[in-house]
């Protein structure tokens, strides 16, 4: 299973001997518990494995019967220490005593352990008196399965029982898993055992796709009348699709969701266009209204509370502006080959020396938008102000990028595409 965490996973990560960090939570743990050992191993970090309950089989550790093999020499695989094989092939745990006195007896190792089951389910409703948390634990990783969102609740939670967690007393096992419902458990944990000691606990979350990470903002919310319409209302030679349906299709294939920020007196033929192309009754795209005035920065505003509010697992923004409908696919794909290369607050391509959109925003370096509305400021004025560092550039060979429809004469210039290669 996929995971990933709300925030930068490493910087939660101990590196000195003798801390015990405990993963709970949705099926994923496992490969989890294995990522974390590796970044600690390559750090130089020394790291061991073990369980306070049942684990199926690891790989890539060297599973040592605890303590009858506390001889295995040091070095390669990290090792993963259990209690021994039971009837269905599976390694047991070790009392949570045991584990305490791994941080004695292993001073300068990081240990890593999994602290409760979940059948493979990616949510899960605690006993009493789970997950057995090690008195020593120094670092509490609880695992949230977003990948159930909109499947029936009974498929997705183990132990299903609503009426015992508060704020999901609405949950019926026939009902779709909502975002509300997984907030609500992140909210109170889902468990019944507390942690020993008042501890960190960052969430992570377990089957996140790239589509879950990123939110297409399509940006329509300009004054210009130059056109007798709204620009996302006009269609360009060659191409009988509106512009904002253009720039929509150019990301549904993904299967991101996106926000249309509109002026008010402009909503309603935005709504008309959508729901004629059947795009609204997808449920894929929301139409969101802005106040008149301000900048590009009160637009991100916008969408930033939407995305706070509805979709909290997004990391990055993507601002497309609605006149901009020839980006090819192939620059999307570089966009985000390059983010994930080197992770940027802010990414924009080029193309021979002129900026251009989509513009790639970390939502978290976007934060200082939620205090307070930027008003009449621009978007240059609020990244200068926040103090975050300059925009990475891409240069790219598209010149889609840079190609806005924003004069009637543009209307009538065959939409750009690219060469085939054969």
């Not at 050992?37 to 060297?62: D, F, I, K, M, N």
């Not at 259990?82 to 047991?92: F, L, Y």
């Not at 609605?322 to 994930?340: E, H, R, Y």
Request: with cysteine.
């Amino acid at each position: 299973m996929n995971f990933s965490f709300v925030d930068p996973w490493h910087l939660y990560l101990p590196r000195e001997g003798g801390h015990v960090v405990g993963f709970a939570g949705s099926g994923g743990k496992t490969s989890l518990m294995g990522a974390c050992a590796r970044q600690l191993q390559g750090e130089g970090v020394p790291v061991l494995l073990t369980c306070t309950t049942r684990s199926e089989p690891v790989p890539g550790v060297r599973p040592c019967l605890w303590p009858e093999e506390r001889g295995m020499p040091a070095g390669g695989l990290p090792l993963y220490l259990h209690a021994g094989v039971d009837e269905a092939g599976k390694w047991r745990g070790l009392p949570p005593e045991q584990v305490d006195q791994l941080g004695d007896i292993f001073a300068d190792h990081v240990i890593l352990v999994e602290t409760d089951g979940s059948a493979k389910r990616p949510l899960k409703f605690y006993r009493e008196w789970e997950p057995v948390w090690p008195d020593r634990t120094s670092l509490a990783v609880v695992v949230m399965g977003v990948g159930a969102v909109g499947m029936r609740a009974a498929e997705v939670v183990h132990r299903f029982d609503a009426a015992a967690l508060p704020g999901l007393a609405d949950l019926h096992p026939e009902k779709p898993w909502l975002w509300d419902h997984l907030l609500a458990l992140l909210r109170i944990r889902g468990r019944g055992a507390p942690l020993p000691h008042r501890l960190p606990e960052p969430p992570a979350g377990a089957g996140m796709s790239a589509a879950d990470r990123h939110l297409l903002v399509i940006m329509a919310r300009g004054d210009s009348r130059r056109m007798g319409r709204p620009k996302g209302m006009c269609r360009q030679a060659g191409d009988e699709r509106p512009l904002v349906v253009r720039v929509r299709d150019l990301y549904h294939e993904r299967g991101w969701r996106a926000v249309l920020i509109v002026r008010r007196e402009d909503e309603q033929a935005y709504r008309r266009i959508l729901q004629e192309e059947r795009i609204l009754q997808e449920g894929r795209i929301r139409l969101l209204v802005c106040p008149r005035g301000g900048d590009t920065a009160r637009t991100l505003r916008h969408a930033l509370l939407w995305q706070r509010e509805h979709a909290p697992q997004v990391t990055h923004l993507w601002a497309h502006p609605v006149d901009l409908p020839s980006v090819q696919p192939d620059t999307l794909d570089q966009l985000l080959n390059a983010l994930d290369r080197r992770p940027a607050v802010a990414l924009r391509p080029v193309h021979d020396g002129i900026p251009g959109h989509p513009v790639i925003l970390s939502a978290a370096a976007l934060e200082p938008l939620l205090r307070a509305d930027p008003g009449e400021k621009t978007m240059r004025g609020f990244w200068r102000d926040s103090g975050l560092p300059p925009m990475t550039l891409l240069p790219v060979t598209d010149p889609g990028i840079v190609q806005d429809c924003d004069h009637p004469a543009a209307l009538e210039a065959a939409p750009f595409q690219k060469e085939d290669p054969s």
